[in-house]
T-cell receptor, first 113, second 112 residues
Framework: NAGVMQNPRHLVRRRGQEARLRCSPMKGHSHVYWYRQLPEEGLKFMVYLQKENIIDESGMPKERFSAEFPKEGPSILRIQQVVRGDSAAYFC???????????FGPGTRLTVL | GESVGLHLPTLSVQEGDNSIINCAYSNSASDYFIWYKQESGKGPQFIIDIRSNMDKRQGQRVTVLLNKTVKHLSLQIAATQPGDSAVYFCAETLRGAQKLVFGQGTRLTINP
């Protein structure tokens, strides 16, 4: 009964490179959420996806950030041309359709040099 | 801005004592609340939840209280153990909105 899986756990990028973060939801969960956490702060909502659909991206920066959840495979959060301010922990959560409880993965810690 | 906040950023209690972590929310339309525990280097772990049609819910050693009149949420942990040391977040959401709004967190330290 695996939980939410995220990889990589740690990612180091230089300014201007691309970062790809992956999330596999819990079995049976078709709703995926991405959150960002800065040190000593709470999590901030970024985007909510269902299979092949972006439902709510109100927390996503307008530029450089994109997310997808294809019919097959994990959800991907993509950050293009990373800057130092993108350094943070990025968490993925998933839920069952019709439920509100979100279960979180271990996170990907992105460091931009 | 955030609609969820916490009164105390840090809390220290003696092992075996009870602890209470508080949370204030500002959105009176929120109807679902969750407490998460986050240990260093890990993701948030679900502890307990409560809907707005309830004012109390109990789990194993944990109780969540909801006071809608003053928009206040609390997490009570009974007989604290060293493993309870972590940062605790409250989060709220509107039914159907799905996105969680998190408070800033309270760091709970259990002293031996």
């Amino acid at each position: 009964n695996a939980g939410v899986m995220q990889n990589p756990r740690h990612l180091v990028r230089r300014r201007g490179q691309e970062a790809r973060l992956r999330c596999s939801p819990m079995k049976g969960h078709s709703h995926v959420y991405w959150y960002r956490q800065l040190p000593e702060e709470g999590l901030k909502f970024m985007v909510y996806l269902q299979k092949e659909n972006i439902i709510d991206e109100s927390g996503m920066p307008k530029e450089r950030f994109s997310a997808e959840f294809p019919k097959e495979g994990p959800s991907i959060l993509r950050i293009q041309q990373v800057v130092r301010g993108d350094s943070a922990a990025y968490f993925c959560a998933s839920s069952l359709p019709g439920t509100d409880t979100q279960y979180f993965g271990p996170g990907t810690r992105l460091t931009v040099l | 801005g955030e609609s969820v906040g916490l009164h105390l950023p840090t809390l220290s209690v003696q092992e075996g004592d009870n602890s209470i972590i508080n949370c204030a929310y500002s959105n009176s339309a929120s109807d679902y609340f969750i407490w998460y525990k986050q240990e260093s280097g890990k993701g948030p772990q679900f502890i307990i939840d409560i809907r707005s049609n309830m004012d109390k819910r109990q789990g194993q050693r944990v109780t969540v209280l909801l006071n809608k009149t003053v928009k206040h949420l609390s997490l009570q942990i009974a007989a604290t153990q060293p493993g309870d040391s972590a940062v605790y977040f409250c989060a709220e959401t509107l039914r159907g909105a799905q996105k969680l709004v998190f408070g800033q967190g309270t760091r709970l330290t259990i002293n031996p």
